[in-house]
């Protein structure tokens, strides 16, 4: 009878930590924000899936993902200057790129461009494909 008592009280603390565990882990999964830091040299950027995109300039080319994507079916890829963004999940990837010399975006599926600011680009191609849009303030 003793053992039956320590075994529900195991038990029962086991549960009651693991419900804890969880909901603590959730709030950290949903927060969760990545910055790339060997990105550089940044002049196009090719988008597709469920993105949605916040460009602005800056001094220095940085990217920041909003979300665990190493942890999901994503991919940001930074090579010879073209960054490409790619996610096919449900829930719509979430990535700022701040660039200092960025020269075209080329959009693909359901992704979102949008700008964060005005943007100063001399010479900016946007090509939107599919079901794709943009929202980007230019300065004059």
């Known amino acids: ?23 603590a882990t959730g709030t950290k999964e949903a927060n969760a924000a990545t910055v790339l830091t060997n990105v550089s040299h940044i002049s196009k950027i090719e988008v597709r899936g469920n993105v949605e995109l ?5 001094n220095e080319d940085q990217v920041k993902v909003y979300n665990q994507y190493y942890a999901e079916n994503a991919l940001v890829q930074n090579q010879k200057g073209v960054l490409r963004i790619t996610s096919y999940t449900n829930k719509k990837l979430v990535v700022w790129v701040t660039a200092a ?13 949008k700008s964060f ?23 004059a």
């Open 54 to 58: 916040y460009v602005s300039d800056g």
């Open 101 to 113: 010399d960025l020269r075209s975006i080329t959009v693909y599926d359901n992704a979102a461009v």
């Open 1 to 23: 009878m003793k053992t039956i008592i320590i075994t529900i009280a195991t038990v029962c603390s086991l549960i009651a930590g693991t419900v804890n565990v969880a909901s």
């Open 117 to 139: 600011g005005k943007l100063s680009a001399i010479s900016l191609d946007v090509q939107l494909n599919n079901n794709s849009s943009a929202q980007l303030e230019l300065a």
